[in-house]
């Protein structure tokens, strides 16, 4: 029973857009997470065949089921392994089983299928797991990447090395590779299980989508600095900016959601993360002028979204649901709008990673360039010329993921960065990865940590104001002359 009252509570959520499916179960702290996903992964995936099948047999009304309930367990009665529960809930899902049984048949007949897979429309996506690749962040606060291929290999997997190019990520059985474009990560097959392994449960390796390592990777705060993760929790994302810091500095991380920050404090222990001040906390209300946060130079905002870019969530957009999904996002990105102004107000602040798992671009582009015309001091940097997707134009200089383009979960990034005293001082951003597209000589050598270079100080150098729109491109006026000093720098030079 508990297992249907816990999925029928996820499903709602998941329904209602409150969380990422594998968040919330994940956060329930359910005693079997494998059942409880896989249950609530089936039955929103057959969420609409369910509606239709409780609605024409009149369950509701004559159970008193609430509906969430209702699909769960139709779910399990029906497309399932029958039932997992006795009791009063068995008896009277038995009672109607066979009503319910053949209005589903029906539906069969009607549409000319044989199995229950093929009731859905063409094209719904498939369980996340089956189509995406298994990535694992490899913790380097308690192991190396090549001692974890070691331990990996010893445990029976098989190495192909580094991955050239995307194709490479498709594995099957346990082979894996170490990815093309972030070097902390191993890449598996897609049906790969570590949360029983040792590796997992000693926190040597975060199990991670690609996409979600792109904000730390990219912000890439050195050791010792101060940087506040705005919203922080589950904390994925804080422990990887602990582990580029080395555990040394302070990361100041916020999270408005009491549960959500107590689960990140578990996985922040188990990943050996000791720099962090956690605190349960409105980011809109922390006071940017506050002494704590004077030496705050970078910024992780990585706010509640939509969460549309998680295949697990993605639904069929159907008009119903049309103008209340556009109300949300309008919402959202009001939401997301204002905690990125706020964080632009630190007084140090160099550099800011925005970023969200949704592939709207109402949360995404539009945010981003609503918010440099009101910030004019701040551009964006352009980011991984080698990665395969870029923001919607004109914001090329950001980055999205998707299913197709990146095999991973959809995502957009943004890196904004403060132009210093209009232009007087020179910055030098250590990010290997804002290369402007126009020097391609450079970009095959895909260096394993950001690193200062070159090309990215182009994009930060630039010591004149931009106009808006210059903002919102990344031209600098200048930027050709800079180029050409630059070229005889062979070493970056560390931030100031
Ligand atoms: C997308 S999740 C963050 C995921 C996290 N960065 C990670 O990688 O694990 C967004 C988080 O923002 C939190 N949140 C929402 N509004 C907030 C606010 N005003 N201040 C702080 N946190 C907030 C939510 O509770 C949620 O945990």
């Not at 290997?432 to 095959?444: A, M």
Request: proline fraction near 5%; glycine fraction near 6%.
């Amino acid at each position: 029973m508990a297992l249907y009252v816990k999925a029928a509570e996820i499903l709602e959520k998941a329904e209602n857009k409150q969380g990422a499916l594998k968040t919330l179960v994940y956060d329930s702290k359910f005693k079997n997470i494998k059942q409880l996903f896989a249950l609530v992964f089936e039955t929103q995936k057959f969420s609409s065949i369910l509606q239709e099948i409780i609605e024409s047999t009149k369950l509701l009304k004559q159970t008193k089921l609430s509906i969430h309930l209702a699909k769960v367990l139709v779910h399990d009665l029906l497309m399932g392994r029958g039932l997992k529960c006795g009791g009063s809930w068995k008896t009277m899902m038995m009672k109607h089983r066979s009503r319910l049984q053949s209005v589903l048949a029906r539906m069969k007949v009607k549409q000319g299928v044989s199995k229950n897979i093929d009731l859905l429309p063409a094209g719904t996506v498939g369980p996340a797991g089956v189509r995406l690749p298994r990535y694992v962040r490899v913790n380097t606060l308690k192991t190396t990447v090549d001692d974890t291929v070691d331990y990996l290999k010893r445990d029976g997997f098989s190495y192909l090395g580094k991955a050239s190019k995307l194709e490479d990520l498709t594995l099957k059985a346990k082979y894996f590779v170490r990815d093309l474009h972030l070097p902390e990560v191993l890449v598996f097959s897609p049906k790969t299980d570590f949360h029983d392994h040792f590796l997992y449960k000693a926190g040597h390796i975060i199990l991670q989508d690609k996409a979600s390592c792109l904000p730390a990777y990219l912000l890439n705060p050195p050791p010792g600095s101060h940087l506040i993760d705005a919203c922080a929790a589950p904390g994925n994302k804080t422990s990887h900016l602990a582990a580029i810091m080395k555990n040394k500095g302070r990361v100041f991380a916020f999270d408005l959601d009491a549960k959500r920050l107590a689960t990140m404090s578990t996985l922040l222990l188990r990943a050996g993360v000791t720099c962090q001040q956690l605190a349960n906390q409105d980011f809109l209300k922390v006071d940017h002028d506050s002494s704590q946060f004077k030496d705050v130079e970078y910024i992780l905002l990585d706010p509640s979204c939509s969460g549309s870019g998680m295949v697990c969530l993605r639904d069929d957009d159907s008009t119903a649901g049309e103008e209340k999904n556009q109300a949300r996002l309008t919402s959202l990105a009001s939401f997301q709008l204002r905690c990125l102004n706020h964080a632009l107000k630190f007084p140090r602040l160099k550099r800011l990673v925005y970023s969200t798992c949704s592939i709207h671009s109402q949360e995404n582009e539009e945010v981003v360039t609503a918010c440099l015309q009101q910030n004019p001091c701040f551009r964006l940097v352009p980011l991984l010329a080698q990665w395969p997707e870029r923001g919607l134009p004109p914001l090329n200089q950001c980055l999205r993921a998707s299913t197709d383009k990146t095999r991973t979960h959809g995502f957009f990034v943004a890196l904004l960065e403060k132009y210093t005293d209009a232009g007087k001082t020179k910055q030098k951003p250590e990010v290997q990865t804002s290369i402007p597209e126009e020097t391609p000589q450079d970009l095959s050598q895909g260096e394993e940590r950001p690193a200062g270079s070159e090309e990215e100080s182009e994009a930060s150098e630039a010591d004149d104001k931009p106009t808006p729109a210059a903002v919102q491109t990344g031209s600098t006026p200048g930027k050709k002359k800079k180029r050409k000093k630059k070229k005889k720098k062979k070493t970056a030079a560390p931030v100031e």
